[in-house]
């Protein structure tokens, strides 16, 4: 378990959102049509305006099962859970409300919620295949231990990447409706089971 303290100064932790402030800033991006990070363009724009409907979906439906629960309910130590996102990103759209519907099973875990684009020395210490990828979940005790990682995405929504990106016959907006469709069949079922996974692991070591 290495220590990541150096990767979370006190700035970076005092920039951290908390899940209703990000909320707060999606929903500002919005109304004033543009996206967090330095890109701005109106097709970005127009995919936050969809992660923010889906959010605001997820937020009211995600329906965390008892086995993920159970997992999360091991934790016995402060843990604070950082995800490293943009507004602009479907994966995090997708993913972050399970993340932080599931840690609302142990009063232990502090979520916190940083943009990618402001913290890129942190970003790359976390990159997936040598890529910025997010949404990035590090999830860290109160001595900045690392305890577990996960993101960018489920192992089944990262095959169909990899798939396009092996042979993009498809234009990228009409994968992004092809992974949006995965997300919808999957009913946030991978995550549940990978982020159980993870954690039956760690405390399986224990």
């Not at 890109?39 to 009211?60: D, I, P, V």
Request: with cysteine; charged share 25%.
């Amino acid at each position: 378990m290495r220590n990541v303290a150096h990767l979370f100064p006190e700035s970076i932790r005092n920039e951290a959102f908390t899940y209703s402030e990000y909320m707060h800033l999606m929903e500002q991006v919005v109304l004033e049509n543009r996206t967090t990070g330095p890109k701005q363009s109106e097709s970005l724009s127009h995919y936050t305006r969809l992660n923010l409907a889906r959010m605001q979906r997820l937020n009211k439906k995600s329906v965390i099962h008892d086995p993920l629960k159970d997992a999360v309910m091991q934790i016995d130590v402060p843990q604070t859970w950082y995800i490293l996102t943009e507004a602009w990103c479907g994966d995090a759209a997708q993913n972050i409300p399970t993340i932080v519907a599931a840690s609302l099973s142990n009063p232990l875990i502090n979520i916190r919620l940083l943009l990618r684009d402001e913290h890129p020395a942190l970003m790359d210490e976390y990159l997936t295949n040598g890529g910025r990828s997010i949404p990035k979940l590090i999830a860290v005790d109160e001595n900045y231990n690392e305890v577990f990682t996960w993101g960018p995405r489920p192992a089944g929504a990262q095959a169909l990447l990899k798939e396009y990106k092996a042979n993009p016959v498809k234009t990228y907006a009409e994968f992004s409706e092809d992974i949006q469709r995965w997300y919808i069949a999957d009913k946030t079922e991978s995550i549940q089971q990978e982020l159980q996974a993870l954690l039956e692991a760690v405390y399986a070591e224990k």
